[in-house]
């Protein structure tokens, strides 16, 4: 939630600085997450006079102007503006100055071959509003010289996170509430004066769905002038991120973003009949104000009249009964609504707003009244009008919560000593009332309240949270017992090693939009939610690579040359009766260069598949697989290029691994650019040590004799993975064999059509003694059978 220093003072009266104040808000709970001073971005801009202005003369449709600024001689600008004119004032930003719209800085220069120094602005170039058919026109009284943000009072705003269970500081009005509360000021309550009504409503307003809308009030204002907001309410609304539109309008959002209170305003000539809370009927439609049309069900509750639907309750209004700028009565509406019902519709219809953020946690059902008086004295102030008697169908919530307190619970739960003095002072700050016997009674907004445990947070959140003194928890005597599971160790085990080897660790988002994990899913039954944070992310990932690869798109459009990154973590799916299942897993993405250019090597080079599979290897055998006994076989998956992946198995059926280059189609749909390589290692599928061993590497010890190495050049069908050949080698005597690797292919002249010559270099290990020439004869002859098993015959 936005909102500026200024509408805060509005509500507190206080001398604290922009920076006392964010550390309070953090203090009680509330966390600052940014603080922007709109006034860093009109510096050097002022308020200056149009002495002359001239036409221009090699353009006709701009003037040359002289400007005084209140400093030394006036300055010649070239401006394209139809209202400039001599003797009026407006903003002249100066060279150097930085045009908020679009980042442009001013110099001086030559427009047309006359000499400009500035420019006059307008509203949409300063980020002020929409209007940009001429420049910003000043009052008179407007002072020559002064800077244009103290002119247009600009004040800092903050950007606050309002946790789900504090519906009542949505408002800046109880966040004034609670920074009193703290001592950072004192707080100025609104005395909500009741507005005489000078005829009877001339509207029947009822609830016909009590259950979900318990109490609808309302009134009519007839004769008003529906003209532009007052400059003090658009800049406390444009603070807040919301764009002013129309006086009535702004009214209604500065009532909800000021004290909380969402209300409504219709055209009041564009309804017919009784305005009724209702439940929609089945197949319904209604034009939202973002106009969007919704289909409806009779579980949600509407705002209609003879027409039809108007507002989706609680949620959005309609299109076609919304005030406009000819309209000259309005029927206001505020109400009361079940926050549970508002969820659920708000849900179905996939459709959020303020109003629904605010209806579905709690709105202040006592503020009904106030809220009203308000609404009717802000548009009799700023549009004229007389009201109507106010409308009050059904009843809201009127019980308010007590509950036994006991003050010695503060120093248990929350760990610091608060006189009863102190926490009686803080909770009447905050506006319940405390009995003698500390029997307290919450304030009707205060949803989240539900016992004395949350009486304490209220305590020691308001004395501080700094002030909680950090204690160590008790630990017994002796060494403690490991906890971490064998999955733990081996996911710590490999984060260091991809580390170790260059990797960058990512974090991505667990939840993906539809289309990205569409293009992972291999089939599977994608788990979406019901209820996702946004559109853009409410299917649980099926892979790891679509967020690397969203995270490599980002780097690659920051300029990033090369992107190395890995990430260990969950795939999700719907397993057997729609039961969840959750995959571990570490993913890598290896894109950009792999080398760079230089005088040594020429051009960059580019990652291929074989060295995502080498990264795959080095951390499988950091996670304690069975490196050595890995087969490589196809059937990596639609996502990688069918001629340059494979996956890594434990026989035919285990998939450890895949790897490889991704499919040109594949990068296509990230928007990605060049080679990419990446892989997944499934690390539910790596067999568990025999025994549970540790992950920590045994103690070297160098064997006494010298290894012999012999070297086989072997003929093989063309299609045979060396892989294969180079298992068989190592299997032929697994005892004195101790590695094997091909170091030479090579098909062509001498070599028979569709075979290949593969040339092998295999490590022999004495033991207690040396290798007679009969063993390795014998050594020998093993490995050529074992290889002749694959295809394979020894070249002469």
């Known amino acids: ?327 000259t009565d309005v029927l206001l509406e505020i109400a009361y609504f079940d926050p549970e019902r508002i969820g659920v519709t708000g849900r179905k219809l996939g459709l959020a707003s303020d109003a629904r953020t605010r209806f579905e946690r709690g709105v202040d059902p006592a503020f009904l009244d106030d809220g009203l008086a308000i609404l009717t004295s802000l548009i009799q102030r700023v549009c004229g009008g007389e009201a109507s008697e106010v409308v009050r169908a059904g009843t809201p919530p009127t019980d308010a919560k007590k509950i036994s307190f006991d003050p010695a619970l503060t120093r248990a739960l929350g760990g610091v000593d608060v006189s009863e003095s102190e926490q009686r002072s803080i909770l009447e700050a905050l506006d319940f009332s405390v009995g003698a016997d500390w029997q307290v009674t919450c304030p009707l907004r205060r949803h989240d309240i539900e016992g004395p445990a949350d009486l304490v947070e209220e305590v020691v959140r308001i004395h501080g949270l700094d002030n909680v003194e950090s204690v160590p928890l008790t630990r017994a005597e002796g060494v403690a017992k490991a906890t971490s599971t064998s999955l733990q160790l081996a996911e710590r085990k490999l984060r260091r090693a991809a580390a170790a080897r260059g990797l960058n660790e990512a974090i991505t988002w667990s939840f993906l939009p539809a289309a990205e994990a569409d293009q992972f899913a291999d089939g599977a039954k994608l788990w979406t939610l019901e209820n996702p944070i946004s559109e853009d992310m409410k299917v649980m990932r099926p892979s790891l690579l679509p967020g690397l690869l969203m995270a490599a798109h980002r780097n690659a459009n920051r300029g990033a040359a090369t992107t190395r990154l890995f990430e260990i973590g969950r795939r999700y799916f719907r397993g057997q009766g729609g039961a969840s299942e959750e995959k571990p897993t570490l993913g890598l993405i290896l894109a950009g260069e792999k080398t760079s250019r230089g005088w040594s090597n020429g051009k960059a080079s580019a990652f291929d598949a074989f060295d995502a599979k080498a990264e795959v290897a080095a951390l499988l055998e950091a996670a304690g697989a069975p490196v050595g006994n890995l087969m490589v076989m196809d059937g990596a998956g639609d996502q990688f290029h069918p001629g340059q992946s494979a996956t890594l198995r434990l026989g035919p059926k285990n998939v450890l691994a895949r790897f490889g280059a991704l499919h040109p189609s594949t990068l296509k749909a990230f928007d990605i650019e060049g080679p990419v390589v990446a892989a997944e290692i499934y690390l539910d599928a790596i067999p568990a040590r025999k025994g549970g061993g540790s992950f920590a590497r045994s103690a070297y010890a160098p064997p006494a004799l010298q290894a012999v190495t012999r070297d086989f050049a072997f003929l093989v069908p063309a299609d045979l993975p060396a892989g294969d050949l180079v298992r068989a080698v190592k299997g032929a005597d697994k005892k004195a064999i101790v590695d094997a690797r091909v170091f030479d292919v090579f098909a062509g002249q001498g070599v028979p059509e569709g075979k290949k010559s593969v040339a092998v270099e295999v490590i022999l290990q004495p033991g207690e003694k040396s290798f007679t020439d009969d063993e390795i004869k014998a050594i020998s002859n093993s490995i050529v059978a074992s290889a002749a098993k694959q295809g394979a015959e020894l070249r002469g």
Not at 137 to 142: F, S
């Open 1 to 327: 939630m936005k909102f500026s220093l200024e509408w805060l003072k509005y509500f507190l009266d206080t001398e604290a600085t922009v920076a006392e104040i964010a550390a309070a808000l953090n203090r009680i709970g509330h966390e600052v997450e940014g603080i922007e001073d709109p006034a860093d971005k009109l510096s050097g801009f002022r308020v200056a006079k149009v002495l002359s202005a001239a036409k221009h003369p090699d353009a006709d449709k701009l003037q040359v102007l002289s400007v005084d600024t209140g400093e030394g001689d006036p300055l010649q600008v070239v401006c394209g503006a139809p209202n400039a004119r001599a003797g009026m004032k407006g903003v002249l930003g100066l060279p150097g100055a930085i045009v908020p719209a679009n980042g442009m800085e001013l110099r001086k220069s030559a427009i047309r071959g006359v000499e400009s120094n500035g420019m006059m602005c307008s509203v949409r170039e300063l980020e002020l509003g929409d209007e940009h058919d001429g420049i910003i026109e000043l009052p008179d009284d407007a002072a020559v010289g002064m800077t244009f943000a103290d002119y247009a009072q600009s004040s800092p705003v903050f950007d606050v996170a309002i946790t789900p269970n504090r519906p009542d500081c949505m408002g800046v009005y109880g966040i004034a509430r609670d920074l009193a509360a703290a001592g950072m000021g004192n707080f100025k309550p609104i005395e909500a004066s009741a507005v005489e009504a000078a005829f009877a409503c001339p509207v029947e307003i009822r609830t016909d769905d009590p259950e979900a809308c318990p109490a609808f009030y309302g009134r009519v204002i007839r004769g008003v002038s529906n003209g532009a907001s007052p400059d003090w309410m658009q800049r406390r609304l444009i603070a807040a991120g919301q764009r002013p539109i129309s006086a009535i309008v702004d009214i209604t959002n500065y009532l909800m973003l000021a004290f909380g209170r969402p209300a409504h305003a219709y055209d009041l000539a564009k309804l017919n009949g009784a305005v009724v809370a209702r439940r929609a009927k089945n197949g319904e439609k209604v034009e939202a104000l973002n106009e969007k049309t919704y289909t409806l069900d009779d579980t949600m509750t509407v705002i209609a009249d003879d027409n039809g639907v108007h507002d989706i309750a609680g949620i959005m209004g309609g299109e076609h009964s919304g005030v406009t700028e000819g309209t």
